[in-house]
């Protein structure tokens, strides 16, 4: 589904999150664990000020597990910041969140003194699967997006927290060409504003240099060409991905080559390391 991206939509949703941000205690923000910087917005660190924060970095099951130790390392370096891998999919490991959520704010969570939280991302990196894991039962609508609820619920997960039951949603920030390259490759958004054989261009290039063992084995290749317009086009060839003519389907083996990609087919793979942090200063 294509994500329209009004200004006016974002403002609002702004608004919302920082209304109800004085009444909790803490924020829950899901990133996507292979694009934990390009899948932040710098909006919500001013909007949370000192509030404490659970970076989820969700999708995890689809993510290199030695990179994305390294980014808990890199977001646990804050004070009021937890960093947890996780598959939001998954009732067991969502509950860890209730016990950091404790650590976080031990004065609340007693009778009387409910913990309230509220969970907060960019479209598509999971929050409504994550409402829905920890409530135990369906509260949005998985793959609505943008949140389609307006008025701010509150779920009672009976273990003395809250959970604001609406997402809340902000927009990623796409100025950098890497930055919105690996969203598009994630399939952070919309499909129909983005282009195929860049997004395969981007990924194969990224894979061929980190990840090559993958690249081959996936491609049955001796070795992954250097250059990243003709390892496409090789792919293409090897899997009969052909147009009029006999040339490369490049539309279709690109297409291929980044579904496979974002359903693990090639194994788990990240974006960015913390070492390719690129700031993301401005906001939409
Ligand atoms: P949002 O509220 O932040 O917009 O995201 P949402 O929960 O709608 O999740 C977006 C997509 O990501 C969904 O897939 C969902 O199943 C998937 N997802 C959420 N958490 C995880 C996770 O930890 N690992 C993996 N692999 N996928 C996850 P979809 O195909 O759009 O919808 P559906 O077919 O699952 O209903």
Redesign the pocket.
């Known amino acids: 589904m294509k994500i329209e991206w009004y200004p006016g939509h974002m403002r609002s949703a702004r608004l919302k999150i920082a209304e109800v941000i004085p009444t909790i205690d803490v924020v829950i923000e ?1 990133l996507d664990a292979r694009l934990p910087n390009a899948s932040a917005n710098p909006v919500l660190e001013s909007l949370r000020g000192q509030k404490p924060c659970i970076k989820i970095l ?5 993510a290199d597990p030695n990179v994305t130790r390294q980014w808990v390392q890199h977001f646990e370096q804050s004070r009021l910041v937890r960093a947890l891998p ?5 009732r067991k490991e969502a509950g860890q969140i209730t016990k950091l959520c404790r650590q976080l704010a031990p004065h609340r969570g007693k009778p009387g003194k409910p913990l309230r939280v509220i969970v907060v ?12 894991t920890l409530a135990g039962r369906k509260i ?1 609508r ?6 389609i609820t307006t008025a701010q619920q509150q779920v009672d997960l009976r273990n003395g927290i809250l959970l604001a039951d609406t ?1 809340g ?1 902000i927009w990623p920030v796409m100025d950098d060409p890497a930055i919105a390259a690996r969203l598009a490759v994630s ?1 952070a958004i919309g499909d129909n504003a983005v282009d195929y054989p860049e997004m395969a261009w981007y990924a194969i290039n990224m894979l061929s240099a980190r990840y090559p063992d993958a690249v081959k084995g996936r491609y049955k290749l001796a070795e992954p060409n250097p250059d990243p317009q003709q390892q496409i086009e090789q792919i293409g060839r090897k899997r009969g991905c052909l147009a009029g003519g006999g040339e490369v389907d490049t539309p279709r083996i690109s297409e291929i080559i980044i579904r496979e990609l974002r359903g ?1 087919q090639l194994g788990r793979v990240s974006l960015e390391t913390p070492d390719d942090l690129i700031p993301i200063t401005n906001e939409p």
Do not use: E, F, Y
Request: glycine share 14%; no cysteine.
């Open positions: 899901v969700n999708k995890n099951d689809l996780l598959d939001a999919r998954n991302g960019i479209p598509n990196v999971g929050k409504s699967t994550l409402i829905n949005t998985v793959g609505d997006k943008p949140a997402p949603l399939g693990g």
